[in-house]
T-cell receptor, first 110, second 113 residues
Framework: RKEVEQDPGPFNVPEGATVAFNCTYSNSASQSFFWYRQDCRKEPKLLMSVYSSGNEDGRFTAQLNRASQYISLLIRDSKLSDSATYLCVVTPNTGNQFYFGTGTSLTVIP | GAGVSQSPSNKVTEKGKDVELRCDPISGHTALYWYRQRLGQGLEFLIYFQGNSAPDKSGLPSDRFSAERTGESVSTLTIQRTQQEDSAVYLC???????????FGPGTRLTVT
């Protein structure tokens, strides 16, 4: 079983729409959680960390559900510039390795 | 401040040749990671270094792959006797440690002909 699983999409949404991605992780003792964004032919960049109580950064909201072992990313009022692949990342409770999901592709359509 | 840098940005090599890829992490970051990403695929973990601890080599796909890091500075990833399936983008990332988020370099695009 993979450490992290994501729906690969693609998600095609119109500008202004709200879109949500989920990601599940297998290790209940996982420690830290992140969402990264990767543009085509570019390196991944940190979008936001995910905190236990949930957190928001502008149009982006991240949530963690430890009981069900999933994290989510909600994007409100989608912009064309939000088009990218969104990677879910989890770290274990021991060691410093990062486990990446395969990514969810989002295209925002004018 | 300066981010993670990698060199070369692009490398084309003939099958069977050795290549060496370089990564300069963010100053002060104790953890350094190498990943491979084939076209249209996800990130594949290769190896990570944490301070002076023994590296975690569990992701290296074969004994043709090796990596070194001097202290908490530069790292090199060496691929011997390259094969066409080694063609990919090789990404390096560094982290302050303690499961802080990691920061990626721009990658080296390797093409084996």
């Amino acid at each position: 079983r993979k450490e992290v699983e994501q729906d690969p999409g693609p998600f095609n949404v119109p500008e202004g729409a709200t879109v949500a991605f989920n990601c599940t992780y297998s290790n209940s003792a996982s420690q830290s959680f992140f969402w990264y964004r990767q543009d085509c032919r570019k390196e991944p960049k940190l979008l936001m960390s995910v905190y236990s109580s949930g957190n928001e950064d502008g149009r982006f909201t991240a949530q963690l559900n430890r009981a069900s072992q999933y994290i989510s990313l909600l994007i409100r009022d989608s912009k064309l510039s939000d088009s990218a692949t969104y990677l879910c990342v989890v770290t274990p409770n021991t060691g410093n390795q990062f486990y990446f999901g395969t990514g969810t592709s989002l295209t925002v359509i004018p | 401040g300066a981010g993670v840098s990698q060199s070369p940005s692009n490398k084309v090599t003939e099958k069977g040749k050795d290549v060496e890829l370089r990564c300069d992490p963010i100053s002060g970051h104790t953890a350094l990671y190498w990943y491979r990403q084939r076209l249209g695929q996800g990130l594949e973990f290769l190896i990570y270094f944490q301070g002076n601890s023994a590296p975690d080599k569990s992701g290296l796909p074969s004994d043709r792959f090796s990596a070194e890091r001097t202290g908490e500075s530069v790292s090199t990833l060496t691929i011997q006797r390259t094969q066409q399936e080694d063609s990919a983008v090789y990404l390096c990332a560094s982290s302050p440690g303690d499961r802080d988020s990691e920061y990626f370099g721009p990658g080296t695009r390797l093409t084996v002909t």
